[in-house]
């Protein structure tokens, strides 16, 4: 497993922008495929975005297509987030998880996320 810990989230306004970053200890991050979840009191945590382990192939939810850019960089061993025109809808704890399954499954499965980061919370106001 690689640890993972999340950081950028905070509040900002309808329309506003964010990047959040995870960055992973380890040496085999570029082994994992990576993604990010979102989750609000009393519902499942939802995949919002993936890449593979190469950055080649990504995966993003209906809900955030077009608006949300998942990248890595594997020699920084961080992924990102970059998150623009901004809901309220999006406000959420966001949780950076990486998978070991190869090939991760796309779209992927929570079931394919073996390690998890703490999360960071984005709040967005109207």
């Known amino acids: 497993q690689v640890q993972l810990v999340e950081s950028g989230g905070g509040l900002v306004q309808a329309g506003g922008s964010l990047r959040l970053s995870c960055a992973a200890s380890?040496?085999?991050?570029?082994?994992?495929?990576m993604g990010w979840l979102r989750q609000t009191p009393g519902k499942e945590r939802d995949i919002v975005a993936s890449?593979?382990?190469?950055?080649?192939?990504?995966y993003y939810s209906d809900s955030v297509k077009g608006r949300f850019t998942i990248s890595r960089d594997n020699a920084k061993n961080t992924v990102y987030l970059q998150m623009n025109s901004l809901k309220p809808e999006d406000t959420a704890v966001y949780v950076c998880?990486?998978?070991?399954?190869?090939?991760?499954?796309?779209?992927?499965?929570?079931?394919?996320?073996?390690?998890w980061g703490q999360g960071t919370q984005v709040t967005v106001s109207s």
């Open positions: 998880a990486g998978s070991s399954s190869v090939p991760m499954s796309v779209p992927p499965r929570r079931a394919d996320f073996d390690s």
């Open positions: 890449i593979s382990r190469g950055g080649i192939v990504t």
């Open positions: 380890g040496r085999t991050f570029s082994q994992y495929g």
